[in-house]
Structures are given as structure tokens and as C-alpha cells.
């Protein structure tokens, strides 16, 4: 996407505190230190799992793309994966809206 102010390629999503990309990473630490993993071990496992988490080929090889290329729309699709997770292994995840 084109900013209209600027001209420069804008990202379709946002960062930082209360963004989507900040909630998947809060979610996923706390899965991930809940069942005894790295936090990159459980990003991986989301991205390969996660059906709406679009992929790229290369070198003849489906990869899931990078993060830093994923849309909001990706990103809540993630969290809700992180939701069922967490369901599926009673994990209590906090909501950044139950701790204000």
C-alpha cells in the first residue's frame, strides 16, 4: 500500500503496544513458556498451523511468509489460533484490556 501523503510504501499493519503483531507475541510467550518452548519454537509451530497464515515458494519449498510481511487480518487470524491453543491445554492467557 502507497502512503498518499508521502509516496513511500506504507505496512498494512501497525506495532507496538495494543497492536495485533504485540498481542500474537504476548499470546505466544505465554503458550510458549506454558508448555516449555522458545518463543521461536511456537512462533513456527503457529505459521505452519495456522491455515490463514499465507505462504511463499522458495527453492521449490512452501515457507510461511515473514512476519514483517503478514496483515492485521493475518495477525487476528493468529491470535485466534493462539485463543483455541490455549483452550485446547488450559493455558489462561491475559487480555492487554484485563490488565488497564
Given at each position: 500500500?502507497?502512503?498518499p501523503k508521502c509516496g513511500y510504501q506504507?505496512?498494512?499493519r501497525s506495532t507496538g503496544p495494543f497492536s495485533?503483531?504485540?498481542h500474537l507475541h504476548g499470546h505466544l510467550a505465554t503458550i510458549a513458556a506454558s508448555l516449555g518452548y522458545h518463543m521461536s519454537e511456537m512462533k513456527a509451530a503457529m505459521k505452519e498451523d495456522c491455515p490463514e497464515w499465507p505462504r511463499v515458494m522458495i527453492l521449490g519449498k512452501s515457507v510461511p511468509i515473514?512476519?514483517?510481511d503478514a496483515t492485521s487480518v493475518v495477525e487476528a487470524a493468529a491470535i485466534?489460533?493462539?485463543h483455541v491453543r490455549a483452550a485446547e491445554y488450559n493455558i489462561k492467557l491475559?487480555?492487554?484490556y484485563?490488565?488497564?
Open positions: 500500500m502507497i502512503c506504507s505496512k498494512p495485533a503483531s504485540h515473514s512476519e514483517a485466534e489460533w493462539c491475559v487480555e492487554s484485563d490488565i488497564l
